[in-house]
């Protein structure tokens, strides 16, 4: 049974929450963990780019040559229970996650319900909110190096994550699988908290228009940590429009797609926050999105 896919020339809208329009010569389609590693085999000698949701990402070409491979892992993603611990695949959706957890009486994921992603691109950036991130309940993570073209199981030391930050990165691992910690809990209290938290998100975020969730990491200075949206809104960026790409009215610390944004829109935009909040607060801040160059 064929359980690999691959599309040429390739619209990738769907591939990324923020809705830019953008093509692939080489786009893969894995139903499987099998057919996973298969397309990691076949593309060893293409720039590889590994898309989950796509709600992390930037596609800043609007279209991407024969020399790229694009390989979404969303169409394959188990999630089990094993030995005492849960084994999710990287395609494993965070809210199937969360959902997962309630109905198991696992407590402690409460968080990821309402952040679109994948465990894959959840544990590149350690995803999370609150105190809460994906991080603090990996026990292992298999994964592929391309440099050694190995495939091994590592166990994350204490530095492995950060805040939106992770050692997989660093390396240029791709997560095929992890297996994470099952806290006990309670299933309504957790239904309670995921119903909270999506209130809460809901009210306070811009879901009427694609997006892909916070652009900026919140920076530092001086040992003080700042709220992206507040310094946009000292700097009159709340509402700022370049084309169809707007900072967004609702928070300031989205950008958002009105409709038709090109790249060139969202990257222009990109960089006129950076360059106002510079100058007016001698502050670097530094993408939170990954730009797919
Ligand atoms: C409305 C909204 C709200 C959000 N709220 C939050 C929030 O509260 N907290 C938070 O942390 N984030 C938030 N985000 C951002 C996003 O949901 C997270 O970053 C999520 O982890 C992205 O997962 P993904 O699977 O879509 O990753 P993608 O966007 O597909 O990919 C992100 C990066 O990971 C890489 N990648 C993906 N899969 C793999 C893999 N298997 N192996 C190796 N590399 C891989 C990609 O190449 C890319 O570099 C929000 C986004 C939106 C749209």
Aim: proline fraction near 4%; charge should be negative.
């Amino acid at each position: 049974m064929n359980e690999l896919f691959l599309l040429h020339d390739a619209s990738l809208k769907r591939y990324n929450t923020l809705g830019l329009d953008a093509v692939a010569s080489n786009l893969y389609l894995p139903f499987s963990q099998e057919a996973f590693k298969q397309a990691l085999i076949q593309t060893k000698n293409k720039t590889r780019v590994l898309i989950g949701r796509g709600a992390n990402i930037l596609l800043a070409r609007a279209y991407y040559d024969d020399s790229y491979a694009f390989i979404v892992t969303s169409n394959a993603g188990d999630l089990r229970l094993e030995n005492g611990e849960m084994v999710a695949e990287a395609g494993v959706t965070l809210d199937r996650l969360a959902w997962f957890c309630i109905e198991q009486s696992i407590g402690g994921f409460e968080f990821a319900e309402d952040i679109p992603g994948t465990v894959g691109g959840a544990l590149i950036m350690n995803a999370g909110q609150f105190e809460y991130t994906i991080g603090m309940y990996v026990n292992w993570i298999d994964v592929y190096h391309p440099a050694s073209d190995e495939f091994k199981r590592i166990y994350p030391d204490p530095d492995f994550f950060g805040y939106r930050r992770s050692k997989l990165e660093e390396e240029g691992a791709v997560v095929l699988a992890c297996g994470l910690r099952t806290p006990p809990g309670e299933s309504m209290k957790s239904l309670e908290k995921v119903l909270e938290y999506k209130r809460e998100r809901y009210r306070k975020q811009p879901r009427n228009y694609p997006n892909a969730g916070s652009v900026f990491k919140r920076p530092t200075k001086d040992g003080e940590t700042y709220y992206v949206w507040k310094l946009f809104e000292e700097t009159g960026l709340r509402g700022y429009r370049i084309g169809d790409a707007q900072v967004s009215e609702k928070h300031p610390g989205f950008i958002v797609n009105l409709g038709k944004a090109s790249q060139k829109d969202v990257l222009d935009l990109v960089n006129e926050c950076m360059k106002r909040v510079k100058q007016r607060f001698e502050i670097d801040l530094q993408l939170e999105w990954k730009v797919i160059d």
